[in-house]
């Protein structure tokens, strides 16, 4: 691979200052240099393919259960230390000795919202968020746990903004839970991106007929992108300016993958442009390289309520899933609130049958290295041949003395 250059050009330094100086050089001295630059690029290699080779996936999930833990304060039992004079040395300086003592202390805790899901997931969430579920799942709520405040007396500490401030914590403070009652018109989705290897998206893209659609290219004709994290209104459905889908098909679009995510391993992206060329779903494709290894995207543009195309590509093992999706949606008479909400139920039906492809088939696949990492590993590589070279040629081993000098014998060297 042409990142290993960097070894040959090393070799090449090293046989020039070698020419230029061989007495300079033992038998073991003419290898450090070389070895040194092939420690470098096998070091820029890794990491190179570490980080290249890692790509963001986006996991769904439900959210089962919501917490909110009261303001709270207990007595914190502690032991610290600190330094003190315990007297003076024989110089008369000042010595110090360790000395231990009780720093016991008060400590307050502000209230805080926070949700798990049935993947094993939890993250923090704001009182509105908690209240709004409370609600979702039926606004019934039992105590989780209990802390016994050390001063109830005392105001509720880093309550500002929240139903708590100005109040005091009382004799004791709990930990609130409410449940969702496992309905699908309850269920609130959540998602988290999670870190994975995609070595089709870092190898020759060719072998799979996709062509490299640049960031500039994408920018130019509104090619839609990876939108932002949110961990509880991360959306299913991406739209152009223009189109309109109603909240209420969204959110329920989003419990799709909160429903389908922790069973099948999958994430649904439903893509809609206004009034685009068919071309577009083959660039969309080609830029986001097929998708994730856990993602089926469906492409459509629209012109007012008509369908004009529809594209749907997936990495899925069940090759049929993506077609069958295909001619439903091509079969609509047009796309309002009803088709929406057909689409949904049919989605609901369907989308069991995705299987997710395991990637490491593709681990024979060899990723090619950016123009940049290649020069990365020549500038350090041949820096480190070139200053390995210099010490080589002025420390104090060389072709007569290839144990180096003892002190006696390089002072009467020196001296001679």
Known sequence: MIIYGAIILSFLVTAVFFLSNRKAYTWWEFFIPTTATAIVAIVFKL???????????????????????????????????????????????????????????????????YAETNIGESFYIRESQYDSLVIQFGGTRNVYNEHKNYSPRDRAVGSRGTKFEGKRVGNVSYVWQANWPGTDETRKAAFSKHRYVNKIKASDLTIFNIKVVSEKQADTLGLFQYPDMDRMWFPTILTDSGVVVSKDIKEKFRRLNGKYGPTNEMRLWVLVYQDKPELYGEYQKNYWVKGNMNELVVCMSVKDTTLQWVNVFSWTTNES????????????????????????????????KFQRRDFKEFDYLKRQNRWWEILIVYIFGVAAAVGLNFWVSTNEFDDENPKGYSSYNYYNHYRS
């Open 321 to 352: 899933l993506p077609i069958e999706i295909r001619d439903y949606i091509s079969n609509l008479p047009s796309i309002n609130e009803k088709t929406w909400n057909d689409m949904y139920v049919y989605f609901n039906d369907n989308l069991p």
């Open 47 to 113: 990491i190179f393919s570490a980080v290249g080779e890692n790509f963001s996936e986006y996991w769904g999930s439900t959210i089962v259960s919501v917490y909110e833990q009261e303001p709270y304060n207990y007595w914190k039992v502690e032991i610290c230390s600190r330094e003190v004079p315990c007297g003076t040395d024989s110089e008369g300086n000042t010595e110090y000795c360790t000395e231990y003592y009780d720093c016991s202390h008060q400590e307050d805790v502000g209230p805080s919202w």
